[in-house]
């Protein structure tokens, strides 16, 4: 891998929250992504886990600049993409796009699958005839017969229909591609499938990947370094095959717990109710009014000790590869 294609430089973003069904009014501000500063190399496979409410989608957004951030900077492929106009944007399209976590509902389901994947292309001014071979030739490359393109998304299953938005995202040769979940909707079977596929397109095109998913297992599989986010912080980033293995921050630790294994004793059973219960928490944590001053994971920490409730920790280099946003891994010069 070579340099950097992506900087992210102290992004944040916040929504407000409403209440009221006629007159509605803003009772509250959640922080989705909370000075976020990283780098995603050039051919790089970028994982990045969390539960729900941790802003992981959010910020493949902002990198997308599909919402507008409040204050930061991005950096693709050296060129500074906040505050570029609509216009100024478009070029850019081309070199970054998105696949959805829900396959069906991410395609148009009045046009045809050669509509759906042609239409990128034709957005762009390329030619009809072209367009038409170059959608055969994507849709080869995802695995499904183009002489069946005639059909709608309806007609086509759910892996299908993954591999057919896919094809889409491809169709104007990014260079990046933000993966938003998925897998997730799709049966275990047909996952490995499709993380297969990507797989080989990253490696036969040379792209770099954002992918988000909320199982720590599944983007192992995929990625070569991991990122942990929890209430739109980073808490712990390294090699993804290390932080699975060997997790370092509490909540990184509590979050491998929620993978679901069959075993025997009823561990099964025990690490439903603990993904059940961290999907509350980070529900509960999502609509907080402001960020408190420590550690964001303080109050559910079973090792927390007393800076943790008053200084805000960034994220520390503790080995060679690993950086954890934990005040049990602080350098001792930080700790005076």
Same mark, same amino acid.
């Given at each position: !891998?070579?340099?950097?294609?992506?900087?992210?430089?102290?992004? %944040?973003?916040?929504?407000?929250?409403?209440?009221?069904? $006629?007159?509605?009014?803003?009772?509250?501000?959640?922080?989705?992504?909370?000075?976020?500063?990283?780098?995603?190399?050039?051919?790089?496979?970028?994982?990045?886990?969390?539960?729900?409410?941790?802003?992981?989608?959010?910020?493949?957004?902002?990198?997308?600049?599909? $919402?507008?951030?409040?204050?930061?900077?991005?950096?693709?492929?050296?060129?500074?993409?906040?505050?570029?106009?609509?216009?100024?944007?478009?070029?850019?399209?081309?070199? !970054?796009?998105?696949?959805?976590?829900?396959?069906?509902?991410?395609?148009?389901?009045?046009?045809?699958?050669?509509?759906?994947?042609?239409?990128?292309?034709?957005?762009?001014?390329?030619?009809?005839?072209?367009?038409?071979?170059?959608?055969?030739?994507?849709?080869?490359?995802?695995?499904?017969?183009?002489?069946?393109?005639?059909?709608?998304?309806?007609?086509?299953?759910?892996?299908?229909?993954?591999?057919?938005?896919?094809?889409?995202?491809?169709?104007?040769?990014?260079?990046?591609?933000?993966?938003?979940?998925?897998?997730?909707?799709?049966?275990?079977? $047909?996952?490995?499938?499709?993380?297969?596929?990507?797989?080989?397109?990253?490696?036969?095109? %040379?792209?770099?990947?954002?992918?988000?998913?909320?199982?720590?297992? $599944?983007?192992?599989?995929?990625?070569?370094?991991?990122?942990?986010?929890?209430?739109?912080?980073?808490?712990?980033?390294?090699?993804?095959?290390?932080?699975?293995?060997?997790? !370092?921050?509490?909540?990184?630790?509590?979050?491998?717990?929620?993978?679901?294994?069959?075993?025997?004793?009823?561990?099964?059973?025990?690490?439903?109710?603990?993904?059940?219960?961290?999907?509350?928490?980070?529900?509960?944590?999502?609509?907080?009014?402001?960020?408190?001053?420590?550690?964001?994971?303080?109050?559910?920490?079973?090792?927390?000790?007393?800076?943790?409730?008053?200084?805000?920790?960034?994220?520390?280099?503790?080995?060679?590869?690993?950086?954890?946003?934990?005040?049990?891994?602080?350098?001792?010069?930080?700790?005076?």
């Amino acid at each position: !891998m070579s340099g950097n294609l992506i900087e992210v430089r102290g992004l %944040k973003k916040s929504f407000q929250v409403t209440r009221g069904a $006629i007159l509605r009014r803003v009772v509250g501000v959640t922080t989705a992504v909370d000075n976020v500063d990283l780098d995603i190399k050039e051919g790089e496979i970028l994982g990045c886990v969390g539960g729900s409410g941790s802003g992981k989608s959010t910020l493949g957004r902002l990198i997308l600049r599909l $919402i507008e951030a409040d204050e930061g900077r991005i950096n693709f492929a050296g060129r500074e993409l906040t505050g570029l106009s609509f216009k100024q944007m478009c070029p850019l399209r081309r070199e !970054m796009q998105i696949v959805f976590q829900d396959p069906l509902h991410s395609l148009n389901p009045r046009r045809t699958v050669a509509e759906n994947v042609e239409r990128p292309l034709l957005n762009f001014g390329v030619p009809r005839a072209e367009a038409r071979g170059r959608m055969a030739e994507l849709l080869t490359m995802v695995g499904l017969d183009p002489t069946q393109s005639h059909k709608y998304p309806h007609e086509y299953s759910g892996g299908q229909c993954q591999r057919i938005a896919i094809a889409r995202a491809l169709a104007l040769r990014p260079r990046f591609l933000f993966l938003d979940e998925p897998v997730s909707s799709l049966d275990v079977s $047909i996952q490995a499938q499709i993380l297969k596929l990507l797989l080989d397109l990253q490696q036969r095109l %040379k792209l770099t990947f954002l992918f988000v998913s909320h199982d720590l297992k $599944i983007v192992r599989q995929i990625a070569h370094r991991t990122v942990v986010m929890y209430r739109g912080r980073l808490l712990e980033l390294g090699d993804s095959d290390a932080v699975y293995r060997s997790p !370092m921050h509490p909540f990184t630790k509590n979050f491998l717990g929620t993978v679901l294994h069959v075993r025997k004793g009823g561990r099964w059973e025990l690490a439903a109710q603990r993904a059940e219960d961290l999907e509350d928490l980070n529900r509960q944590s999502a609509t907080h009014a402001a960020p408190q001053a420590g550690c964001v994971y303080a109050g559910a920490c079973a090792e927390r000790f007393l800076p943790c409730a008053s200084e805000r920790p960034p994220l520390f280099r503790a080995t060679d590869d690993r950086w954890v946003a934990c005040h049990l891994y602080r350098p001792p010069q930080a700790a005076q």
